[in-house]
Antibody, heavy 119, light 109 residues
Framework: VKLVESGGGIVKPGGSLKLSCAASGFIFSNAWMSWVRQAPGKGLEWLGRIKSKSDGGTSDYAAPVEGRFTVSRDDSINTLYLQMNSLKMDDTAFYYC???????????WGQGTLVTVAS | QTVVTQEPSLTVSPGGTVTLTCASSTGAVTSSYYPNWFQQKPGQAPRALIYSTSNKYSWTPARFSGSLLGGKAALTLSGVQPEDEAEYYCLLYYGAAQVFGGGTRLTVL
C-alpha cells in the first residue's frame, strides 16, 4: 500500500486549496478513505471520510470542518481529494490521507503534505 | 463537543510495563467505540498499532496489547524497549465521526 499526498503549500486566509492523495498497491475503488491533520507540534485531528461507491460513496466530516472541507474521490485514477475552502490560520497543518481497515481503523497512512495559511 | 482524554505524559524504565488509557467525555468506552491506537515518532507519519480494542496488525510488536480497563480503552506495553519512546494516540468511533485523543508522550528512561 502506498499513499502519496500532494497539493500543499502557502495560501492566504480566506483562500482555497485542493489536496490530492495518489493511492497504489490495493483496490482503491473498494476502499474507504479518510483525511487526518496535525498542526505543527500538536495532536492528530480526524477530518472526514468517504465510503467506497459500492457502499454509497457518502462522506462524513468532523464538526470543525463541515461545510468548509469536502472529501471526494476519482476511482478511475486511484486518487482521493480534499477540497478546503475559507481557510483560516488554524488550518495550518500537515494533512494525511489514510485507508480504512475492517474495524473502523486507519491502517495505512501517507507521509503527509503541509498546508500553511498565512498572510 | 466530544473530548477524548489521554495522559499527557508517562515515563517508564527499559524492560518495564506501562499502561496508557483513553477516556471518552460521553461515558465508559466499550468495544462499540472500536478503539484504535497509533504510534508517532518525531518527523514521521503515525503508524497504526491496535484496532477494535485489542487486534494487532502484522507489523505490531508482540509487546503491545490493547484492552478495556475501568471504562477506558488501554494500551499496555510490556518489556518496553528504548525505541518505544514516542507519542501515542487513541482514536474512538462515534458513528458519523471519529475523534482522536490528545496523545500521550511516552519517555523511556
Amino acid at each position: 500500500v502506498k499513499l502519496v499526498e500532494s497539493g500543499g503549500g502557502i495560501v492566504k486566509p480566506g483562500g482555497s486549496l485542493k489536496l490530492s492523495c495518489a493511492a497504489s498497491g490495493f483496490i482503491f475503488s473498494n476502499a474507504w478513505m479518510s483525511w487526518v491533520r496535525q498542526a505543527p507540534g500538536k495532536g492528530l485531528e480526524w477530518l472526514g471520510r468517504i465510503k467506497s461507491k459500492s457502499d454509497g460513496g457518502t462522506s462524513d466530516y468532523a464538526a470543525p470542518v463541515e461545510g468548509r472541507f469536502t472529501v471526494s474521490r476519482d476511482d478511475s485514477i486511484n486518487t482521493l481529494y480534499l477540497q478546503m475552502n475559507s481557510l483560516k490560520m488554524d488550518d495550518t497543518a500537515f494533512y494525511y490521507c489514510t485507508t480504512y481497515g475492517s474495524g473502523w481503523d486507519l491502517n495505512y497512512w501517507g507521509q503527509g503534505t503541509l498546508v500553511t495559511v498565512a498572510s | 463537543q466530544t473530548v477524548v482524554t489521554q495522559e499527557p505524559s508517562l515515563t517508564v524504565s527499559p524492560g518495564g510495563t506501562v499502561t496508557l488509557t483513553c477516556a471518552s467525555s460521553t461515558g465508559a468506552v466499550t468495544s462499540s467505540y472500536y478503539p484504535n491506537w497509533f504510534q508517532q515518532k518525531p518527523g514521521q507519519a503515525p503508524r497504526a498499532l491496535i484496532y477494535s480494542t485489542s487486534n494487532k496488525y502484522s507489523w505490531t510488536p508482540a509487546r503491545f496489547s490493547g484492552s478495556l480497563l475501568g471504562g477506558k480503552a488501554a494500551l499496555t506495553l510490556s518489556g518496553v524497549q528504548p525505541e518505544d519512546e514516542a507519542e501515542y494516540y487513541c482514536l474512538l468511533y462515534y458513528g458519523a465521526a471519529q475523534v482522536f485523543g490528545g496523545g500521550t508522550r511516552l519517555t523511556v528512561l
